[in-house]
T-cell receptor, first 111, second 115 residues
Framework: SQTIHQWPATLVQPVGSPLSLECTVEGTSNPNLYWYRQAAGRGLQLLFYSVGIGQISSEVPQNLSASRPQDRQFILSSKKLLLSDSGFYLCAWSKRNEKLFFGSGTQLSVL | AQKITQTQPGMFVQEKEAVTLDCTYD???????LFWYKQPSSGEMIFLIYQGSYDEQNATEGRYSLNFQKARKSANLVISASQLGDSAMYFCAMRSSGSARQLTFGSGTQLTVLP
């Protein structure tokens, strides 16, 4: 069966520090991968998606970036965090025409 | 561009009663998919139900059913026999027709089931 792992679960970082959130999927190959962000009490905003290794599409211009170094690995990064980067980050995967499966999320607090 | 609208920020329902969560959508695509997800306080996103735009029958999954009215572009979620564990945030989402098939989410409805 397929599983998705996302870590860390919580993260507190100072403004201006770097960020690296990692997500891996097991039990499937060539998935579509996604990073979403959820502000407190709000809906999900798509940040990045990837349909293959090295293929990254950005939905929202910002100081975040994403990379897909391996087929089932998706990384969300920032060189310098802003206060506005605080939120709940969710990684997800899907096959081509199927529903999204989400990771357990990372609660990021930038102070 | 696609848009999902959930007009109910919060809803209350008595335990064992049914509740309808509203969702309307806007798209120019002929083929699309509609989803409902549940997000408990733990933060995980749990898939509930899916409706394809060409499906003639309304989708059902246990106590969940989707009231799909294509002409009105609505895809309301009906939860029958509400349970205390149904208290959560509920999101309606639409799958795009682009290559990545990403989901666009509504703003959500916070459902509280009262004992």
């Amino acid at each position: 069966s397929q599983t998705i792992h996302q870590w860390p679960a919580t993260l507190v970082q100072p403004v201006g520090s770097p960020l690296s959130l990692e997500c891996t999927v097991e039990g499937t190959s060539n998935p579509n991968l996604y990073w979403y962000r959820q502000a407190a009490g709000r809906g999900l905003q798509l940040l990045f998606y990837s349909v293959g290794i090295g293929q990254i599409s950005s939905e929202v211009p910002q100081n975040l970036s994403a990379s897909r170094p391996q087929d089932r690995q998706f990384i969300l990064s920032s060189k310098k965090l802003l206060l506005s980067d605080s939120g709940f980050y969710l990684c997800a995967w899907s096959k081509r025409n199927e529903k999204l499966f989400f990771g357990s999320g990372t609660q990021l607090s930038v102070l | 561009a696609q848009k999902i609208t959930q007009t109910q920020p919060g809803m209350f329902v008595q335990e064992k009663e049914a509740v309808t969560l509203d969702c309307t959508y806007d798209t120019s695509d002929q083929s699309y998919g509609l989803f409902w997800y549940k997000q408990p306080s733990s933060g995980e996103m749990i898939f509930l139900i899916y409706q394809g735009s060409y499906d003639e029958q309304n989708a059902t999954e246990g106590r969940y059913s989707l009231n799909f009215q294509k002409a009105r572009k609505s895809a309301n979620l009906v939860i029958s026999a509400s349970q205390l564990g149904d208290s959560a945030m509920y999101f309606c989402a639409m799958r795009s027709s682009g290559s990545a098939r990403q989901l666009t989410f509504g703003s959500g409805t916070q459902l509280t089931v009262l004992p």
